[in-house]
């Protein structure tokens, strides 16, 4: 294991499964996370592809230039069986009433409904992330979306009052470019951090599959408290950065030094 604590938030380098031992049960106000989609084609010899195979392109500056990552090769039973594992632990560290929202691309979308509900939460829907970047191919509808699945620990109640967060069920946010990235797979900020909206200002968002931190990242824009892991030591380093850079950055703004 190894740990890092950067103002608010706390990351650990490791597998998710392990490391989740050392975050306490019933503490989490929303588990947010992009893990490896074991996608990128409709067959096992398509899965079974590098990430930087199946979901780059080697152009100038393309994302082809960061490292593999693991994780993404499963077939779709094994795929359920893990996330199942993955999110149902993840349960045991949120409180009631708590958020779970995890990305996916339609090959396994459902796979990760049936993996939510199995681990306990109550699935409540689909998000879609509308990132208008899909290559067009004559006689077929466009794969434009992402989608995220989330529920809930238990019941979560509504309020019909001034104030209480709404969210859209649907987001047009860009990706990211292939020059600016810093993960193969890298997801927006600007969305992050409309996703976590739904979890209360000061509230603790965990990602067990942390990345480069862009949810970290999300969460020190937004004064929440971030708790990610992260398996690939690589990308843990750059995850440490980004949250670290930004953390300082929103701490000289708030001594009025940022003028």
């Not at 892991?229 to 300082?248: M, N, P, Q, S």
Request: a positive charge.
């Amino acid at each position: 294991m190894k740990k890092e604590v950067i103002g608010p938030a706390a990351v650990y380098c490791g597998d998710c499964m392990e490391e989740m031992q050392e975050i306490p049960d019933m503490t989490v106000d929303m588990v947010l996370c992009d893990p490896p989609y074991s996608s990128g084609g409709l067959f096992a010899g398509d899965r079974k592809k590098s990430t930087r195979e199946k979901y780059c392109d080697d152009d100038y500056k393309g994302a082809a230039r960061f490292q593999n990552f693991s994780g993404d090769n499963m077939d779709q039973r094994s795929f359920t069986e893990f996330m199942r594992m993955v999110l149902s632990k993840c349960r045991q560290k949120a409180k009631q009433e708590s958020v779970c929202a995890v990305f996916v691309d339609w090959r396994n979308l459902p796979a990760m409904t049936d993996a939510l509900q199995a681990a306990g939460w109550i699935y409540r829907g689909i998000v879609v992330w509308d990132k208008g970047t899909s290559r067009p191919i004559p006689n077929r509808f466009r794969n434009d979306c992402e989608y995220i699945v989330w529920g809930t620990n238990g019941q979560r109640k509504t309020e019909y009052k001034s104030g209480v967060f709404i969210g859209a069920g649907c987001f047009r946010v860009p990706s990211v470019p292939s020059k600016n990235k810093d993960h193969q797979t890298q997801k927006p900020v600007e969305l992050l951090e409309r996703l976590i909206e739904i979890c209360p200002k000061g509230g603790i968002v965990f990602d067990p599959f942390m990345g480069s931190g862009s949810t970290g990242v999300a969460c020190a824009k937004t004064g929440r408290a971030f708790i990610g892991i992260e398996l690939d030591r690589g990308y843990f380093e750059t995850a440490k950065e980004r949250i670290a850079t930004e953390t300082a950055q929103l701490s000289i703004f708030a001594r009025g030094g940022g003028g």
